[in-house]
């Protein structure tokens, strides 16, 4: 195998692949990142049996073949080798070439037929939707996912298409993120819980553009992504997600609307008397035109109030406040309507067209002096 590109098409394609290299595997060829150009086209792609990527990078066959090199050494090569054309060669003894300019780098890979490819996936039936909906949508959810629960189904997120709506769900136990999105067709009805890491790393590798478009395949144990010269392959979490209909009431004892981007800073600030690790909420009273936020910790405390305009009965509430904030910094209206029952029922964030829902659970508190 034999094959020129310039530096910058090689960084790319690696920093897509290697998102679905493991850290740590008892397979080492899954360490590795598997260059084909055995097709005409010249293809990387990194699997680690239940995260699959390839992407095709631009550039110059000059013999077809393949062969797969240890993801740390190349990526770590690749970055360092001057701004110029690289050559990238192999042999029948699978010593691996890698000149640029002046520099030679010579490697040991591995025969590409050890290589696990990524699983075939029937293209039947696809969403579309663009890079940008998409990267948006997930960056409103993925934090609602929980980390090392022990329910796997919390460590995904629900998409579920109906005709001509996509929604996606997260929760983690204290919180959930419901995101809908219109799409420009109908569609057959469609339930799946995609992992929160596939979702992670597509979300880097998605562009901002409104232009360019997501295609989107469910089978029964996987789930396809294509854009643009890129493939994401990804196992399910099998099994029934959590019924949250029930969970989502229209009832309310008091509604208020504020500005988003000043309730934000204002708990922003108030955080600065939390240390890491510290369990400190911050207690909202609310009044007529007037919401208080105070918060109380080692290092001191903090109050401060903020004009809203308010609906129903006064009311003291205790929160997490990051779940707060990660709420607030991906809604992009300039107010939020926020619905609440009592100081111990859950709380309704939602922006002005109710296409982002978030509901988060209270917190006990003392009250601050």
Do not use: W
Request: aromatic content about 8%; glycine content about 6%.
């Amino acid at each position: 195998m034999k094959f020129v590109c310039s530096k910058s098409n090689l960084v790319t394609g690696l920093q897509i692949v290697s998102k679905a290299v493991p850290s740590k595997t008892t397979m080492s060829v899954l360490e590795c990142i598997l260059v084909d150009a055995t097709e005409g086209i010249i293809k990387f792609i990194a699997n680690d049996m239940e995260l699959g990527i390839q992407t095709v990078v631009e550039g110059n066959i000059i013999e077809r073949g393949f062969i797969a090199i240890d993801a740390k050494i190349f990526v770590d090569i690749v970055r360092k080798l001057p701004d110029n054309d690289v050559t990238i060669e192999s042999d029948s003894s699978n010593k691996v070439t890698i000149s640029c300019g002046k520099a030679k780098f010579n490697l040991i890979g591995r025969k590409g037929d050890d290589f696990t490819y990524l699983p075939a996936i029937e293209k039947i039936d696809g969403v579309s939707v663009s890079q940008f909906t998409l990267r948006n949508v997930i960056q409103q959810t993925i934090f609602s996912i929980a980390e090392n629960d022990a329910n796997k189904m919390m460590g995904g997120e629900l998409f579920e298409v109906d005709g001509d709506n996509l929604k996606l769900v997260s929760l983690d136990g204290h919180r959930i993120s419901i995101r809908r999105v219109k799409l420009s067709g109908s569609y057959p009805s469609k339930k799946v819980i995609v992992p929160g890491k596939t979702l992670g790393e597509i979300s880097k590798i998605l562009s901002d553009s409104t232009e360019k478009q997501v295609d989107i395949y469910f089978t029964d144990k996987h789930v396809l992504f294509e854009f643009e010269n890129t493939t994401v392959v990804s196992r399910l979490i099998e099994g029934e997600y959590f019924s949250i209909d029930q969970m989502l009431s229209s009832d309310y004892e008091t509604k208020m609307t504020i500005n988003r981007k000043e309730f934000l800073e204002c708990i922003d600030r108030a955080t600065l008397l939390v240390k890491e690790g510290d369990k400190k909420p911050v207690i909202v009273s609310v009044t007529d035109g007037t919401m208080e936020l105070k918060i109380n910790s080692t290092i001191g405390s903090m109050d401060e109030v903020i004009d809203i305009e308010k609906q129903g009965k006064d009311l003291m509430i205790g929160f997490n406040p990051k779940f707060l904030i990660d709420a607030l910094r991906v809604i992009e209206d300039e107010t939020v309507d926020i619905y609440l029952v009592n100081p111990k029922a859950p709380c309704f964030i939602r922006d002005k067209d109710g296409a982002y829902i978030y509901l988060v659970l209270p917190v006990n508190f003392t009250t601050v002096d």
